[in-house]
């Protein structure tokens, strides 16, 4: 496989022939789109730029001042979000479910990423930034008439994103908070609003969780790609898969929490290897 090292060879050649045999489950996370400009958390592009710690749920739903905070970052973060396209990457994950070797798809990212890329049925476990959610009526608001109704009230809010982070949060100079005004809730008139996210401190909904976990009893093997699996939101199906004997495959640049816990391990540059996957399967498709 070109661009990537000799010893990784065998571990390609093992993940081409686990993700042949089918009945994969996909669990994602920001590596898989750092090749579209967003940052991740934790990996060569994260931590290292990120000056504020990210917003915790604990945070936003005790301060005002923070959720104020909060709403005139991802304004501006939003921008870029949006402006953000599907990798190599993204691509070779939706080319793989048309190739019918996919049970399913399970994302840590909030960027909606992998279904611009054309894969279906997502589970976006961490949830969405194009929804937000009215926490007084319960009303769900797309982010886009959002983003419309907070350019009319902020016509003149001209402040520069310094950094945008994985979960749309932007980095921005607390002298410039004052002059972004938020709006309320555009059916109760009230509020507040809160992204549709699953935030540091939050808990994934249960539902949203059982579903993950049927979705692993029914794999034949799961796939992490671009995770350190630092967090149990998603390391806990690692643990899950393993004890029921489901083989487990990562690839991910830098060690990752599931290390010691899987079968196959690749270190390498995703937009190198899963396009590089893609096409292998492709191949033996064709030729079979």
């Not at 507040?192 to 093997?221: H, Q």
Request: glycine share 12%.
């Amino acid at each position: 496989m070109a661009g990537v090292e000799t010893a990784e060879t065998a571990g390609f050649d093992a993940l081409v022939d686990l993700v042949g045999d089918g009945g994969v489950v996909i669990l994602s996370g920001a590596g898989i789109s750092t090749d579209s400009g967003i940052p991740d958390y934790r990996g060569p592009s994260g931590a290292a730029l990120r000056r504020h710690a990210p917003m915790t749920y604990q945070t936003f739903m005790g301060d005002a001042a923070a959720r104020h905070r909060y709403w005139a970052r991802s304004y501006l973060g939003w921008r870029h979000m949006t402006g953000a396209r599907p990798n190599s990457g993204h691509r070779a994950v939706a080319s793989l479910q048309r190739q019918g070797l996919l049970e399913g798809v399970i994302t840590q990212n909030v960027d909606g990423l992998h279904q611009a890329a054309g894969a279906t049925g997502v589970i976006e476990l961490h949830g969405g930034l194009d929804r937000a959610l009215c926490l007084n009526c319960g009303a769900a608001i797309s982010r886009a008439d959002l983003d419309r109704d907070l350019h009319a009230v902020n016509p003149d809010f001209t402040a520069h994103a310094e950094q945008v982070n994985p979960d749309g949060d932007a980095e921005l100079p607390e002298e410039e908070l004052d002059a972004f005004t938020m709006v309320p809730c555009e059916v109760c008139g009230d509020g507040p609003l809160k992204p549709d996210v699953v935030f540091f401190g939050e808990t994934v909904p249960r539902p949203r969780v059982d579903t993950c976990f049927e979705l692993v009893n029914r794999a034949g093997s799961l796939l992490i790609l671009g995770s350190s699996l630092k967090v149990m939101s998603g390391f806990r199906f690692v643990l899950h898969a393993r004890k029921l004997g489901i083989p487990v495959a990562i690839v991910n640049q830098g060690e990752t929490r599931g290390d010691t816990h899987c079968n196959i391990r690749v270190d390498a540059p995703l937009g190198v290897v899963l396009p590089a996957l893609a096409d292998s399967l492709t191949a033996k498709c064709v030729i079979n």
